[in-house]
């Protein structure tokens, strides 16, 4: 999906002329003739890349998300396979899958949400709160586009109807990726991927006999869960629980806590 706002041409000072003016007065001190004259003639910027988006039902909805996160972390604990890989390949795998493990998660327990536009006071606090506060502590509000992939996955994958044993197959696939880079057992990893993709294939012609297209078409939806990046459901599901923790080091206490 393209990235650039097409809704203006005239440059981002355009798209909330008042926050814009506010904070051209913070840099300079004092307020140009280029911001008075704009100040006049708002525009409103619609298109997914810009509009940013929180929960409806936030709560509810982070609940739901945090149990799905749990369970799969547990999912990822309890294979024998995976516990055999040395802790630096078990890291990198967490790293890279946790994020489509999570999403199969919410598709699995049929998790559905919707969205509202980010209130223009609350996107304000937060830019003059992210000027006070280190480049590092700048948190990138959720897009509508973002929003939209992930919605679209998640429909795709209801419509596909997977059984619990599809759903586990699909996530060894998803585990057990050999393109991981600097992964010590990479040949075994790969061999693993061989083996999840070859039971479900072959689940998938037992349950569905006549039905010679569903791999594929199973194959070409778990492509779309590397395109939802990890950020997005970070800042969607978990920061308004876990404010400015890092997710990802959680999710090695919990993987790593063994007794837990």
């Known amino acids: 999906m393209d990235s650039k706002c097409n809704c203006s041409t005239s440059g981002d000072r355009f798209l909330n002329p008042i926050l814009y003016n506010i904070l051209s007065q913070m840099d300079t001190g004092i307020p140009s003739q280029d911001t008075l004259s704009n100040s006049s003639a708002p525009h409103k910027c619609n298109c997914e890349v810009r509009r940013m988006v929180c929960l409806i039902r936030s709560s ?43 999403i199969l998660g919410l598709a699995q327990e049929h998790v559905d949400f919707d969205v509202t536009d980010v209130p223009a006071d609350s996107m304000l606090k937060r830019i003059l709160l992210n000027r006070q506060e280190s480049p590092e502590m700048e ?86 869960l590397r395109g939802i990046t990890p950020n997005l459901i970070i800042e969607l599901f978990f920061r308004p629980v876990i404010g400015q923790a890092n997710l990802l080091e959680l999710l090695v206490d919990m993987l790593f806590c063994r007794n837990s």
């Open 139 to 224: 948190r990138e509000q959720p897009a509508m586009a973002g929003v939209s992939k992930l919605k679209c996955c998640l429909k795709k994958f209801w419509s596909l109807d997977l059984s619990p044993k599809e759903y586990a197959y699909l996530k060894g696939t998803t585990i057990f990726n050999p393109d991981v880079p600097e992964l010590q057992a990479g040949l075994f990893v790969e061999g693993l991927q061989q083996e999840a993709q070859h039971a479900l294939k072959e689940l998938v012609q037992l349950l569905h006999p006549g039905n010679q297209e569903r791999f594929a078409r199973i194959l070409l939806t778990a492509s779309m």
């Open 60 to 102: 509810e909805v982070c609940k739901e998300a945090s149990v799905v996160l749990v369970k799969t972390v547990h999912f990822m604990r309890n294979l024998p396979a995976f516990n055999q890989l040395p802790p630096s390949d078990q890291y990198a795998l967490l790293n890279s899958c946790w994020a489509p493990l999570f």
